[in-house]
């Protein structure tokens, strides 16, 4: 049986993992969406495992100080994780004065901060792979654009955006359907513009003519 070491310091890896932890825990509807903000606040301020252990001590894990001290059962070489998988080290999507576009095939990390600057930034999720069940994403729309296309599985909650003067436009649902990932928006759109909706015709119409049939909920495929 291990052994609790809550005295040992963590590090960006064991920040990571809880973090994985908690988001999954939103997924399946054990904490809210304003516990999983303080919580992952306190991730980032984390020192030891005595500061992660209380932060999941009422969910179905074991204390971190348990689960992540354990000799692992063979030596494997990992490749270090890409920008994207923590809150401290977000997948940055800048505009800068140049458009930015995501299409295609590509991976979608739990962590993003999108900044459209005076430009644009599309991001298209039709034939995304989500990596968590929660996509956390920090908008900075500035004087830009940020267009956020989702497959009908998915749902966006933008309850802690802040417009100011821009315009924020969501026209997904609120609950994703199961196994599908929520879009988690946060941060302020400024003078700018946000929108995120699902496919249009145009959109289902390009798909088509690559071979590419997205998910669909079951309602909208009747």
């Known amino acids: 049986m291990s052994q609790s070491r809550p005295e040992l310091r963590i590090g ?10 908690l988001q999954q825990a939103l997924a399946e509807g054990r904490i809210t969406l ?29 204390p971190p100080s348990v ?22 080290d977000r997948l940055l999507l800048n505009a800068g004065w140049s458009n ?20 644009t930034v599309n991001l298209n999720c039709l034939q995304a792979v989500p ?41 997904v649902g609120s609950v994703p359907a199961p196994a599908a990932p929520l879009v988690l928006l946060h941060g302020s759109v400024g003078w700018g513009w946000l929108t995120v909706r699902y496919a249009n015709r145009f959109d289902r119409r390009r798909l088509e003519k690559q071979g590419v049939a997205g998910p669909r909920r079951p309602e909208l495929g009747r």
């Open 12 to 21: 960006d890896r064991e920040r990571d993992q809880v973090a994985a932890v």
């Open 34 to 62: 304003d516990e999983l903000d303080v919580r992952l606040d306190a991730v980032l301020r984390a020192r030891t495992f005595a500061d992660l252990d209380p932060l999941v001590v009422d969910l179905p894990v074991e």
């Open 67 to 88: 689960a992540l001290t354990r000799p692992p059962a063979r030596v494997q070489r990992r490749l270090p994780a890409g920008p994207g998988h923590s809150p401290g």
């Open 100 to 119: 930015v576009t995501r299409r295609g095939r590509w991976e979608v990390p739990p962590f993003l901060r999108v900044d459209a600057g005076m430009a």
């Open 131 to 171: 990596l968590g069940p929660v996509i956390d994403v920090e908008v900075a729309a500035s004087m830009g654009t940020v267009r956020i296309v989702l497959p009908d599985t998915w749902a966006a909650n933008a309850d802690r955006l802040g417009s100011s003067w821009g315009v924020a436009r969501i026209k």
